[in-house]
């Protein structure tokens, strides 16, 4: 598989991540989540290194949070786009 395998694979992951987002039942308590990932598809399609990082703390802040409920689904697709990520060799950490 090569790196743009993995990076679309992670692209197809956040798109599904922000379709749960969106939702989810209480979809208009966490909009800056789902504002979040969009733009870290568009930093993943553009390789924006520094954008990809910002983005992924940003959003793993905020799934963590107990502020903030997303659907526990949520986590799972996250984490899939960041080993998907890594292996494209981004650096997401």
Same mark, same amino acid.
């Given at each position: 598989m090569t790196s743009d395998d993995d !990076? %679309? !694979?992670?692209v197809q992951y $956040?798109?599904? +991540? *922000? *379709?749960? $987002?969106? %939702?989810?039942?209480?979809?208009? %308590?966490?909009?800056?989540?789902?504002?979040?990932?969009e733009s870290l598809i568009t930093a993943v399609k553009a390789f924006?290194? %520094?954008a990809i990082r910002f983005r992924m703390y940003n959003i793993r802040r905020q799934l963590a949070s107990s502020e *903030?409920?997303?659907?526990?689904?949520?986590?799972? +697709? @996250?984490g899939n786009a960041q080993d998907a $990520?890594?292996?494209?060799? @981004? *650096?997401t950490k």
């Open positions: !990076r %679309e !694979r992670a $956040l798109q599904a +991540l *922000q *379709q749960v $987002l969106k %939702e989810a039942p209480n979809a208009s %308590e966490i909009t800056s989540l789902g504002e979040e990932c924006h290194m %520094e *903030q409920v997303a659907p526990a689904e949520g986590m799972e +697709l @996250f $990520l890594e292996a494209a060799g @981004f *650096q």
